[in-house]
């Protein structure tokens, strides 16, 4: 299984979930967050803004998926400008439902 | 080292934090965060009864099929019901103890008990000593 954490646009937030569950994959968690990336955060006139806000979408998926829903997140969150976010995939070894007990995503 | 992601029912909380005490690994990450599962979040005010009535709009009950969402421009689509998500990093040998301890605590067999999720960490470090691997998180 892989974690997928994506790091988007708040604006771009619906549009991301909404292909997300089109394609099936409703289950997902939000977590707004701040950051900076390459730029050191935006510089707007003599404002400078260290730190955006952004919101982190976090799935877990099975292996043969993670390619589609990077795929989905990478097309509907882009606009082509810096600020875009990142994508993040990383292993899970083992993932339960505590509802059940099992050992199934 | 593993790391061990749980969400969980708010109100599971404090259960939670005490289990953990009583095992021995008492140190965790603890997260607001919003989410749905299967169920899509659509049917949560029925079957979560900590859901607050602000999340219950119109479409409440109603599972929203992504069909009609994909096509029309709805208000608020998906419902998100508000969970505590935590971290916790552990060794190898206690991840599977940690586990059913977990399920033990947050079971109650209704649907939005969670979920956890394990991962491998390759190394940590306490940055006050400087220890790392595993006497940083002993």
Redesign the interface.
Known sequence: ?K?IRAFIRPEKE?EV???L??AGF??????PVFGRGKQKGLSVGPVHYDELPKTMI?T?VGNEDADKVVSIIKEKARTRFIGDGKIFV??????????T?EAT? | MKEITVIIRRDKLPETKKVMDELGYPSLTIQSVEGRGRQKGAMCAEMDSEMPDSYCTSVKLTPTPSSYALEHTLPKVALFVPKRLLTIVVPDDVVIKIVKSLIRVNQTGKAGDGKIFVSPIDSALRVRTGESDGEAIA
């Open positions: 299984m974690m619906q979930i909404l292909a569950e089109g409703p289950s997902l968690t939000k977590i976090m877990v990383s292993p899970v070894e083992s993932a339960y439902t505590v509802r007990g995503l």
